[in-house]
């Protein structure tokens, strides 16, 4: 059974940091691709940031620079920092594990931590 379970979020400042942490059981993660998505009130889905099971990453535009997504693979966990926070950063955030199953993707997600920046 595939559980991801996510942390970090709350409350911070803009121009402030947050390190988001996924912890993921029920799958074999070093070689998983693992990212984060996050919605805003009113918005779609969108993905933040992706990693690759050999490390390779990418980034939604608004955030490269910004946040950084990482793995330790000896805890099972995924990571996004995100430093310089802005007020459109507000979001649930949420963590992804993409899979295929006779050809068509299929999606695990977690509950997902609530990010605000606010002053």
């Known amino acids: 059974q595939v ?10 400042q803009p121009g402030g940091s947050l ?3 996924c912890v ?3 799958i074999i993660f070093s070689i998983a691709d693992m990212g984060w998505y996050r ?5 779609e889905r969108e993905l933040v ?15 490269k620079g910004r ?4 793995r330790d693979n000896v805890k099972n966990t995924v990571y996004l920092q995100m430093n310089t926070l802005k007020p459109e950063d507000t979001a649930v955030y949420y963590c ?7 050809g068509s993707r299929v999606d695990y997600w977690g509950k997902g931590t609530v990010v605000t920046v606010s002053s």
């Open 3 to 12: 559980q991801l379970v996510e942390s970090g979020g709350g409350l911070v």
């Open 19 to 21: 390190r988001l942490s």
């Open 24 to 26: 993921a059981s029920g």
């Open 39 to 43: 919605q805003a009130p009113g918005k």
């Open 49 to 63: 940031a992706q990693i690759g099971s050999g490390g390779t990453t990418i980034y939604a535009d608004s955030v």
């Open 67 to 70: 946040f950084t997504i990482s």
């Open 96 to 102: 992804n594990y993409p899979t295929w199953s006779r």
